[in-house]
């Protein structure tokens, strides 16, 4: 069973910049897709970025160029280091790990942009 340990959001004046990590425990496939979604108050789930094993990015147009989704596959690790945040980033933010046999969530972590 797998399971996401996330961390690093909180509260950031708009421009600031915040560094999320998720970390991956338990057995699952080496070739896993790993990223995040990130959910408004009263918007549906969205895709902010995702990353494979071989390091091939997707990113939102809303974070494009303001966001860098990177990975340690040595540590299981997947981080999102977000830049020049604004006030419409507020939002939870969940990691996801993706196999063929779908996707595992973490439980979330508030990033708060506000001055």
């Known amino acids: 069973q797998v399971q996401l340990v996330e961390s690093g959001g909180g509260l950031v004046q708009p421009g600031g910049s915040l560094r999320l990590s998720c970390a991956a425990s338990?057995?699952?496939?080496?070739?896993?897709?790993m990223g995040w979604y990130r959910q408004a108050p009263g918007k549906e789930r969205e895709l902010a970025a995702q990353i494979t094993r071989g390091g091939t990015t997707d990113y939102a147009g809303s974070v494009k160029g303001r966001f860098t989704i990177s990975r340690d596959n040595a540590k299981n690790t997947v981080y999102l280091q977000m830049n020049s945040l604004k006030p419409e980033d507020t939002a939870v933010y969940f990691c996801?790990?993706?196999?063929?046999?779908?996707?595992?969530w973490g439980q979330g972590t508030q990033v708060t942009v506000s001055s």
């Open positions: 996801f790990l993706r196999t063929v046999s779908g996707p595992t």
């Open positions: 338990g057995r699952y496939l080496s070739s896993a897709v």
